[in-house]
Each structure stands twice: as structure tokens, then as C-alpha cells.
Nanobody, 116 residues
Framework: QVQIVESGGGLVQPGGSLRLSCTAS????????TAWYRQAPGKQRELVAS???????NYATSVRGRFTISRDNAKNTVYLQMNDLKPEDTAVYYC??????????WGQGTQVTVSS
């Protein structure tokens, strides 16, 4: 069973920054895509950003230019750097790891709250 551990959430004021981390218990060679999703109260879970093992990245329109996803293969960790945070970014953020065998795993989620 693959374990996914997320960290880095918290309370931040509008315009502030946070960095989320997602560490998987499998080697980077076994990961096809790592993605961050978020779910706000009363809303569906949505894709925020993704990074493939080949280096391709993808962002939701609402976060493009403010968020950056990156991979540290040596640490089996993917980061989501979030800058210029807005109240509408408030949500539980989930990491999803898709293996090269097409099996997906979710983390437990980390709360991000943007409020003054």
C-alpha cells in the first residue's frame, strides 16, 4: 500500500504564501503523475496543478501565474508553491499520485485558509 503524506497547510492572510508538500512512499521512477486537487465547502473537488514524470506541468486557470508545482525526485516529494493567495483559494488540498501501473492514491488532505 502506497502512503501519501501531505503537509504545509495553514492560515494565511490574503496576498500571502504557503508551500505544500506531498511525499510518497514509492520511488519517483514509479510515479507517472502527481497532482494537487482542492475541495472547498459545498463544492466539487477540482484539479489545481499536476506534474508528470517527464516534467510536463498543468495548472487550473484560476491559479496559473500564482502557483507553481515542482518535483524533487531524490526526496519522492512534490511541492505546490502558492503565492498571492486569495480567500477563494480556501479549501482542503489533496495530493494524488498516479503510478506507472495506473493506480491512484490520495493523501489525507491539508487545510488551507486564506483570511484576514
Amino acid at each position: 500500500q502506497v502512503q501519501i503524506v501531505e503537509s504545509g497547510g495553514g492560515l494565511v492572510q490574503p496576498g500571502g504564501s504557503l508551500r505544500l508538500s506531498c511525499t510518497a512512499s514509492i520511488g519517483a521512477f514509479a510515479v507517472a503523475v502527481t497532482a494537487w486537487y482542492r475541495q472547498a465547502p459545498g463544492k466539487q473537488r477540482e484539479l489545481v496543478a499536476s506534474a508528470s514524470r517527464t516534467g510536463d506541468t498543468n495548472y487550473a486557470t484560476s491559479v496559473r501565474g500564482r502557483f507553481t508545482i515542482s518535483r524533487d525526485n531524490a526526496k519522492n516529494t512534490v511541492y505546490l508553491q502558492m503565492n498571492d493567495l486569495k480567500p477563494e483559494d480556501t479549501a482542503v488540498y489533496y495530493c494524488n499520485v498516479l503510478t506507472i501501473t495506473n493506480v491512484g492514491y490520495w493523501g489525507q488532505g491539508t487545510q488551507v485558509t486564506v483570511s484576514s
